[in-house]
């Protein structure tokens, strides 16, 4: 794995010596934001109006944030208006490849695994090339490519997911709103958790190079999943009744879980399945439609088990665990109790 200077690529993996073995993620670069009537969204320039087909995404089955971006592409029924190249599992010496060249026999046998790329490159970065020739920064999923005007939107998956949540209602109809105005301040308040303590957390556990920078991560993410555990005894879902981005953003983390972070990434003081609601809750999560055909459990254990030489040297990729998440989970009776309480 790599990154871009100067719009060269550098195989290099990630330093942490100078943050104490800490593993620090770079800030995404690219913020521009699809609007509905094309003017400029919060960051970055004007220019990018919903339309039907204009737009393309770069994504990886095994990566959390691109997931989040799949499954809004799903939630908000966009699938016929935004098309969708998926990376090959193995991410080596060039990053996130097209072409399946440097991938295992295994890796090529994976469903879902190999698409069309929209344009003929063998490797992501030089995807970024094309429309940055001077780029300085890594080369991430996902990323939002605007077949018109032949640039990137956005490689922000955060800001990716608000875009798909409005900017093409008009078109698609669909009026769902996971960033419902009144839960606005208690979706952020979750988010920040969420997003320091777990989805950035497990990596911070898996990246660290020191005792104590693992130390420093691998227990405030438990805090939090401990938090939220006693959180989803009372209500369905972390705001309440209904699903909102809040809940998208932890489903991401807590479906790799159990079949990655757990032995990889050594987050290994109880797993999703030891926890009565979090396990429940993920199953829950799962059974929504359209979102089981966004997992892809060998997809992702390939991904993190032969890409990351640093922790896995010997490549090899474990067997299990086996988990159904297609057992029922109940939680449903939490939301008729909360209607029965009114
Ligand atoms: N802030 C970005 C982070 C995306 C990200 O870090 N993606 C990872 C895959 S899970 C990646 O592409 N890493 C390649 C690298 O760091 O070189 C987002 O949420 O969109």
Known sequence: MGLLQNGQWVDQWYETKENGGTFVREDAQLRNWITQD??????????FKAESNRYHLYVSLACPWAHRTLIFLQLKQLT??????????????NGWEFSGKNQSPEAKSISGAASVPLMQKDYLYQVYQEAKPYYNGRVTVPLLWDKK??????????EIIRMFNSAFNLITGNQEDYYPQRLRSEIDTINELVYHKINNGVYRAGFATTQQAYHDAVFPLFDALDTLEKRLTTQRYLTGSTITEADWRLF????????????????????????????????DLYQQPGIAATVNQEHIKQHYYYSHQHINPTQVVPAGPIIDYMTPHFRDELNNRLENKR
């Open 38 to 47: 094309g003017s400029a969204g919060p960051t970055g320039e004007a220019g």
């Open 252 to 283: 991401t983390t807590l479906i790799r879980f159990d079949s990655v972070y757990v032995g990889h990434f050594k987050t290994n003081l109880r797993t999703i399945e030891s926890y009565p609601q979090l396990s429940g809750y993920l199953r």
């Open 149 to 158: 005007h032949k640039t990137i939107v956005s490689n922000e998956s955060s």
């Open 80 to 93: 016929d208006h935004i098309s969708v190249s998926v990376v090959e599992p193995h991410m080596l010496s």
